[in-house]
């Protein structure tokens, strides 16, 4: 049985950071691209970030310089950090993976940017 789970999320001033962690499990992780969406209050969820089973990476726009997708194939898990956060970054972050032709998704992690 396929799992994520999130975590890491929180409530951080504008301008900070936060690192979160998705650790997966019921799958060979080293062989599979993992994703990072996240959904607004009110808007449909778009595409964080993606990292590839070789590493290779792609970010929205928004996120570019300001977000960094990693992973750790001995630990099962894959990682956000998120710099210079804005109020607009405000959201329930997701971890996604597709595993024999399934999709499958974490139960999120609310990640609160304040002024």
């Known amino acids: 049985q396929v799992q994520l789970v999130e975590s890491g999320g929180g409530l951080v001033q504008a301008g900070g950071s936060l690192r979160l962690s998705c650790v997966a499990s019921?799958?060979?992780?080293?062989?599979?691209?993992m994703g990072w969406y996240r959904q607004a209050p009110g808007k449909q969820r778009e595409l964080v970030a993606r990292?590839?089973?070789?590493?290779?990476?792609d970010y929205a726009d928004s996120m570019k310089g300001r977000f960094t997708i990693s992973r750790d194939n001995s630990k099962n898990t894959v990682y956000l950090q998120m710099n210079s956060l804005k109020p607009e970054d405000t959201a329930v972050y997701y971890c996604?993976?597709?595993?024999?032709?399934?999709?499958?998704w974490g139960e999120g992690t609310l990640v609160t940017v304040s002024l």
């Open positions: 990292i590839t089973s070789s590493g290779s990476t």
């Open positions: 019921g799958i060979t992780f080293r062989l599979i691209a």
């Open positions: 996604n993976t597709k595993w024999l032709a399934m999709d499958y």
